[in-house]
């Protein structure tokens, strides 16, 4: 059996996170795929949880042994996403969701083109500002990063299959939701021809 991916991506700080925590809560059975990044892991933050957390060298081979299905430099920092858990979580019949930034989503575009994909919009980038500010986990210079970022990412938001606008968060649930288990959704992505 064939599972099926999903990418969902949006400027940081939009909610992604707190999103796909509401829809894991009442389907646990989606795998939430786990990057490797060089940033350093923020307070609470798991390893193996959240991310594999490692130093540049220890990313670079990963690159190396073509262990990634795809990889981005993002304020300064590496992520990507193993190759080999979404290989097997897919042909375990999962859904599995790459929550990943726009270099990694066009990357995915090319190798997987069955992927859905999603983009999640801010309300105003005032408002996007506000959301990473009272997260308060990032540095000031990590902060302008991250809404410079934001300006290009939102820029390319046409380029996904969906784009929602987490305003009120119920809302963007349910359009997730159905984005997800809806009808139109049921495309099953094999993974077969996913070879870079
Ligand atoms: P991302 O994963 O996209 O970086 P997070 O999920 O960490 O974003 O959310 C950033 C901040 O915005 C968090 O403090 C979160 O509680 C808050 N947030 C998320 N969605 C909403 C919403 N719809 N309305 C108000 N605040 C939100
Ligand atoms: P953060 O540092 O806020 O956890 O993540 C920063 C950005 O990196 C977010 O947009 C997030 O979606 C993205 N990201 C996380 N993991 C990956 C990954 O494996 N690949 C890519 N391309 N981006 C990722």
Request: glycine share 8%; proline share 5%.
């Given at each position: 059996?064939?599972?099926?991916?999903?990418v969902f991506?949006?400027?940081?700080?939009?909610?992604?996170?707190?999103?796909?925590?509401?829809?894991?809560?009442?389907?646990?059975?989606?795998?939430?795929?786990?990057s490797?990044?060089?940033?350093?892991?923020?307070?609470?933050?798991?390893?193996?949880?959240?991310?594999?957390?490692?130093?540049?060298?220890?990313?670079?081979?990963?690159?190396?042994?073509?262990?990634?299905?795809?990889?981005?430099?993002?304020?300064?920092?590496?992520?990507?996403?193993?190759?080999?858990?979404i290989?097997?979580?897919?042909?375990?019949?999962?859904?599995v969701?790459?929550?990943?930034?726009l270099?990694?989503?066009r990357?995915v575009?090319?190798?997987?083109?069955?992927?859905?994909?999603?983009?999640?919009?801010?309300?105003?980038?005032?408002?996007?500002?506000?959301?990473?500010?009272?997260?308060?986990?990032?540095?000031?210079?990590?902060?302008?990063k991250?809404?410079?970022?934001?300006?290009?990412?939102?820029?390319?938001?046409?380029?996904f299959?969906?784009?929602?606008?987490?305003?009120?968060?119920?809302?963007?649930?349910?359009?997730?939701?159905?984005?997800?288990?809806?009808?139109?959704?049921?495309?099953?992505?094999?993974?077969?021809?996913?070879?870079?």
């Open positions: 059996m064939s599972g099926r991916v999903v991506t949006g400027p940081s700080g939009v909610g992604k996170g707190t999103l796909l925590r509401a829809v894991l809560a009442d389907h646990p059975g989606i795998y939430l795929s786990i490797a990044t060089t940033r350093n892991p923020r307070a609470g933050e798991v390893e193996g949880q959240h991310y594999y957390f490692m130093d540049a060298a220890g990313f670079q081979d990963l690159v190396k042994r073509n262990e990634l299905l795809e990889w981005a430099e993002f304020a300064g920092n590496c992520y990507g996403t193993l190759r080999q858990p290989q097997e979580q897919v042909n375990q019949g999962k859904l969701i790459l929550e990943i930034e270099e990694g989503a990357q575009r090319k190798t997987l083109p069955e992927a859905y994909q999603i983009f999640v919009l801010p309300p105003s980038i005032e408002e996007l500002e506000n959301r990473i500010r009272a997260r308060g986990q990032d540095e000031e210079s990590a902060i302008q991250r809404l410079a970022k934001a300006s290009i990412e939102i820029g390319a938001a046409n380029e299959d969906l784009q929602i606008t987490n305003d009120d968060l119920d809302t963007a649930v349910e359009q997730l939701k159905e984005a997800l288990f809806g009808q139109s959704q049921t495309t099953e992505t094999p993974l077969a021809n996913a070879a870079p």
